[in-house]
């Protein structure tokens, strides 16, 4: 992949990531399953979904983060 | 053993032994010592590998805040402060703006402290000075604010044996030795200990709750009778509640002044990145299951005070005490909670130390070589340490307050790191005028009348809105008439 497109698509994950971390707050009501209210498992998913992408960042693009 | 000990005799002997072994890896650290330099005293020569250099970034990360403090809150706000997970996660999002770009910088110029890195880039004393005022002064605050939690918790569980005073100037008493001894290393060392009992202590207590308390499922029916408020549906002023601490979190902690000299001291590249991704994953194997056993506490014991309620995993385990080998578990939260508060301390302490060392003393004696510049470090450790215990002694709480904001005030410096190693066209003119801007309208909403508050955002978040504006704006002018 050339740097521009890599560093651009960094950029974009990296934006991605924020996007993903604030959708962690909690939207959904708090009908209780399983003792617990409904909004904390999308809020603990999203949570998921950013370790997910900040490993990805980590792990794959840190030099991509690095350049410029 | 003194009446109403929460640790049996057994258990003070464990602590006295894993604190005595603390001032030997003190020892080891001087030993290994390569050469009377700053970068060898405060960087631990640069060559910290994955182990020591993941475990001392988490035992120094997770505070005794984190472990009792954090426990109150989630006991107080129930599954609202999952947010906890959250924030602690996305510290390591806050690393991610700038230590790609700081690391290869640091390792190229030979940095030690933020300030290193600030009079680099913008080549403006001054622009250092705040900055480095600003560092000491929010590092100082948890010096204090992490003594006093270890001065109650020994009065506590030695049931008075030590006296909230003295177990505070015991505590850094051996602090400052091993960290005078060995520098970094030695703060590394034994954080890497502390961090291994924090982990370990915590995966250990939560399966014990979970065993003799029963998981969030199987106490359903005791969570709508107790604490109904934790089914309560989030409302706006909750989730603007919960943007802000993540957006004050992200660029306040993730800018600490030690945490900066942990990514300065990394060996390599690799290293540090791999550091960072385990550090992504602990938030959800330390205060995620503290936060389960704190609700579940407050399903078994409601209506606890605000006091009360940050001793929750405590009063949890001490109900427990019929069960054979509960001491043990018992004994191994203590020494959760001390390695905690220790770790924290020492690299705050070792961070204001290098902050004086190289950015104000080096600049006031240039001509002064790097061994007396090490010694007038450790001399200083030994002022400042004396300072905070005095301090966190003998500080009337009527003042207390006025250092209760450092994360709201710490969090501006971050746009002149995360500007500074990205836009390279910025001025120190411009950050300086938004630096003034972040501070001046934090400290305006904290100390006046005026809501601290305003629209549900904390004081720093705004500040800090207000800093990233006024340096764009700046910048924009200059560049227009230039």
Known sequence: ?68 | MAEGALLSQGGIWFLALYLLSLILIGFAGKFASKEESLQDFYLGGRGFGITVLFLTMYATQYSGNSLIGFAGSAYRNGWFFLVGVVFMIAIVGGYLLYAPKLYPLSKKHAFITVGDFIEFRYSSRLLTSIIVAVSILALSNYMLTNLKAIGYILEHVSGGFFSFGWGIVFMAVIMVIYETLGGMRSVAWTDAIQGVLLFGGVLIIFGVIMIHYGTPAENAALFLQNAPRFFETPMLEDQITWISILVLIVFGISVYPQAIQRIYAAKDAPTLKRSLTLMTLMPLLTTLPLIVIAIIGAAHFPDLDKTQSEQIILLMLSKLTHIEGMDIVITLFVAAAVAAIMSTVDSAMLAVASLFTKDVYAKVRPDADQKHLTFVGKIFSWLVMALMVALAIELPSTIWWLIQFKLEVLAQIAPAIILGVHAKGISHRSVLWGLFAGLGSTLLLLLTSLPSKPFGFHAGVLGLGLNFFVVYLHHRFMLHFR
Not at chain 1, 17 to 26: H, K, R
Not at chain 1, 37 to 42: A, D, E, N, R, S
């Open chain 1, 1 to 68: 992949m050339p740097k521009q497109t890599k560093r651009a698509k960094t950029t974009t994950v990296l934006l991605l990531s924020f996007v993903v971390l604030f959708c962690t707050l909690p939207l959904l009501d708090s009908t209780p399953y399983f003792g617990i209210p409904l909004w904390v498992y999308l809020s603990f998913g999203m949570t998921l979904l950013y370790v997910v992408l900040l490993v990805f960042l980590l792990e794959k693009r840190w030099d991509a983060l690095g350049d410029g």
